[in-house]
């Protein structure tokens, strides 16, 4: 008899936005720009359960304020199925993270994450 076919959480890429994409890479995505095909960053993400947890996101210093981790983490999110929750960390002692993931529609969770720094949460479902 044939397994069936798993229904559990997957992320779909490549995923297209208005001016980046992402691109599958092993454990994320590159953030390439549309406009000329660059990398201008990466998202790296597992996913355990029906958690997304994303572990990092880093954009190119030349490409930062134009949006693209801000277009990316919508695309990792919608691009995911199967998932109830998604997390992430702002690495201590930086402010700008904690309003990021607060924009991005995380909330903070109590107690610190890996490396002291404040866990997210968002509700997916």
Same mark, same amino acid.
């Given at each position: 008899?044939?397994?069936?076919?798993?229904?559990?959480?997957?992320?779909?890429?490549?995923?297209?936005?208005?001016?980046?994409?992402?691109?599958?890479?092993?454990g994320g995505a +590159? /953030?390439?720009? $549309?406009? *000329?095909?660059?990398?201008?960053?990466?998202?790296?993400?597992?996913? &355990?359960?029906?958690? !997304?947890?994303?572990?990092?996101?880093?954009?190119?210093?030349?490409?930062?304020?134009?949006?693209?981790?801000?277009? +990316? /983490?919508?695309? $990792?999110? *919608?691009?995911?199925?199967?998932?109830?929750?998604?997390?992430?960390? &702002?690495?201590?002692? !930086?402010?700008?993270?904690?309003?990021?993931?607060?924009?991005?529609?995380?909330?903070?969770?109590?107690?610190?994450?890996?490396?002291?720094? $404040?866990?997210?949460?968002?509700?997916?479902?």
């Amino acid at each position: 008899m044939a397994e069936p076919v798993s229904d559990g959480p997957r992320v779909i890429l490549p995923a297209n936005g208005a001016r980046h994409r992402l691109e599958v890479t092993p454990g994320g995505a +590159a /953030i390439v720009r $549309l406009s *000329d095909d660059s990398v201008v960053g990466d998202v790296s993400f597992s996913l &355990a359960e029906s958690n !997304l947890a994303i572990v990092c996101i880093s954009i190119a210093e030349g490409a930062r304020g134009f949006g693209a981790g801000s277009e +990316a /983490i919508r695309l $990792l999110l *919608d691009a995911a199925s199967g998932i109830s929750t998604a997390t992430a960390v &702002a690495p201590p002692g !930086l402010g700008l993270p904690v309003y990021f993931w607060s924009r991005m529609g995380f909330r903070p969770l109590f107690g610190s994450g890996e490396g002291g720094g $404040l866990r997210f949460f968002r509700d997916m479902r």
